[in-house]
């Protein structure tokens, strides 16, 4: 919810679409298939920079959002070591695994859902992808309210008292979860459909211009990662 809510008051949402589209995948790909330390360490250090900065996310909530990824990336690491008792090479997948997350949440906080939608249907994709794309996606919104309404309740009824109720309390929500959240879902869609929904979701689109020292910002930081890679290794 907090990475929705950064993303509808970012002030890079007036930036276009397309544009932060394009530079945040050539980024993350650029970032995997350059094969270096530094870059990765550029791409993760700059891109929390942007978002901070010019994105107007906390500190603290950026790096909360990071926590989970990068809880199973140094896992994986730490599996890796074990595996190859490389350093350089763990070292490498971690930051490069860190840099591609880093490179997707500068989209994720700056431009909403319905934007990129805009973006897959101007790239062609078939409008059926997209609709289950964008429902997959507030399903995820609509099963974490459900849960956190649960969880709200128990609390306020002493359901973590101690670690035998907690435990009670933990398998009552996860046996009522499936069916609450489906029902949420079934309302959901027949919302929809009292609003006219035939199978194709309409996002409104604003119009976005494309200035000039925007993809001219945008060609320097590649230009930046290309000499960093080249000078540095």
Known sequence: MGMEHYAYVSPLRHK???????????????GLAMDSIAVSLWI?????????????????????FLAMPLFF??????????????????????????????AFYFLTLSTPVGE???VLRKCH?????????????????????????????????????????????????GSNLLLLSWKRADDCYHAMEARGYEGTICFL???????????????GYIAVMAAIRRFCG
Do not use: H
Request: hydrophobic share 50%; charged share 15%.
């Open 16 to 30: 276009n679409a397309c544009l932060k589209t394009t530079f945040g995948i050539t980024v993350l790909v650029c």
């Open 44 to 64: 993760t250090v700059s891109m929390m920079g942007i978002s901070v900065i010019w994105g107007k996310v906390r500190l603290y909530d950026y790096i909360r």
């Open 73 to 102: 990336i140094l896992f994986g690491g730490g599996a890796l070591f074990f595996a190859t008792e490389d350093m350089r090479l763990v070292l490498l997948v971690t930051l490069r695994a860190v840099g591609a997350v880093s």
């Open 116 to 118: 990129l939608m805009a």
């Open 125 to 173: 994709v078939p409008p059926v992808l997209i609709g289950l794309m964008y429902l997959l996606y507030r399903d995820i919104f609509v099963l974490t309210g459900v849960w956190q309404s649960m969880f709200t309740a128990a609390q306020s009824r002493l359901g973590y008292a101690d670690y035998r109720t907690s435990l009670r309390t933990f398998g009552g929500i």
């Open 205 to 219: 689109e604003r119009r976005q211009s494309c200035r000039w020292y925007d993809v001219l910002a945008a060609a």
